[in-house]
């Protein structure tokens, strides 16, 4: 495996499909797949860091068994349990030739070419995995984890959970991650939040969503047809760890002007904080102290510079010592 330049992205060459690692130029599908069509995919998006022991990919047991989740909901049989499914996001990162990478699974409904099968109904269809990845940097801009980004309130409402569940990552949703991203855009602002149908914060587009107030922790609960964040999760561990309380509560619009700090977590997004909302500046109008203590204890965690809190193996570093097997293996007793 090599690394691949194209135009500014560094890929790496090969992608893992159904059990083998091809080239990334063969890498394609028919334009009679099921999921072009109809939205039949689920994916996952994980971040590998080049942590103190050497590579290690975060939080990567939590993404791939969210994954199969997925799949669980959309009656996706899927042939690779959890275990084959993380080792080949190892052999992946291990070989692929990037010291810190963005992984990318998709499940999807394929086309079988020899006995085609058009229309709604996905069974008659297979299932195809794959994993790719490659360099991303900062989501929402090099300056947004330290300046903060600026924010719109979107006029489109999050798919509530009885027609799209969020607890499923699906290709689908990100239809309505669009429409709101697009929205943001072109109104001049970085990213979008979305209200649920009840008019509760929810969460971006492509991220979860924090308040601090009086010190206080506080995020839309799972049932705000919000995506179950690993990233969500991590914060809200770290949180307790540090003595910060978190409540999970219904949120309205205006108190996202009224908050104190604000900010983003996801795997892309990491944690970033949010400047301003629909032009009204949050709190002192950059990161606040929360943020940034919070930022910080996630960052050591993740490059391996501190435990995880409750001593969690957050950490699968894809070149494993026999050292850093036994202390993984310690944790998880
Ligand atoms: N909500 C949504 C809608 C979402 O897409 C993500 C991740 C999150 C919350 C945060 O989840 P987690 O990554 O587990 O903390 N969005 C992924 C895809 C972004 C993209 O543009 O593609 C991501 O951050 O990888």
Not at 215 to 228: E, F, N, R, V, Y
């Amino acid at each position: 495996m090599a690394v691949k330049d194209v135009n500014t992205m560094k890929i790496v060459s090969k992608i893992w499909r159904n059990g083998a690692f091809i080239d990334w130029d063969d890498a394609r599908v028919h334009v009679m797949t099921h999921a072009i069509h109809y939205g039949s995919s689920v994916f996952e998006g994980i971040r590998a860091y080049k942590a103190e022991g050497g590579t290690a990919i975060f939080r990567l047991t939590e993404h791939i068994q969210r994954l199969l989740n997925s799949a669980k909901v959309y009656r996706m049989d899927v042939k690779y349990n959890r275990a084959e499914l993380s080792q080949a996001a190892v052999e992946l990162v291990r070989d692929g030739g990037l010291d810190e990478c963005y992984l990318r699974p998709v499940i999807f409904r394929g086309l079988n070419e020899e006995k085609p099968a058009f229309g709604v109904n996905p069974f008659p269809n297979p299932i195809d995995c794959y994993i790719a990845a490659w360099d991303w940097g900062k989501y929402l801009g090099e300056e947004a984890l330290e300046a903060g980004v600026d924010v719109c309130v979107s006029s489109w409402t999050r798919t509530p959970a009885n027609s799209l569940p969020a607890v499923a990552k699906a290709g689908a949703n990100y239809m309505n991650s669009q429409l709101i991203k697009m929205e943001a855009i072109l109104g001049g602002f970085s990213e979008g939040i979305a209200l649920d149908d009840r008019g509760y914060v929810s969460e971006g587009s492509g991220e979860n969503i924090f308040l601090v107030n009086n010190g206080k922790l506080i995020t839309p609960p799972l049932g705000a047809s919000i995506l179950p964040g690993i990233t969500r999760d991590s914060v809200i561990a770290i949180a307790k760890e540090l003595g910060i309380e978190v409540v999970e509560t219904s949120i309205q619009r205006a108190a996202l002007y009224l908050a104190d700090e604000l900010f983003f977590t996801g795997t892309a997004a990491e944690i970033t904080p949010i400047r301003s909302v629909d032009r009204i500046t949050v709190g002192a109008g950059k990161r606040g102290e929360v943020t940034k203590q919070l930022q910080d204890v996630f960052f050591d965690v993740i490059y391996g510079r501190r435990p995880a809190p409750n001593n969690a193996a957050w950490l699968t570093y894809v070149n494993e010592s026999e050292e850093q097997k036994t202390a993984t293996a310690t944790a998880n007793e």
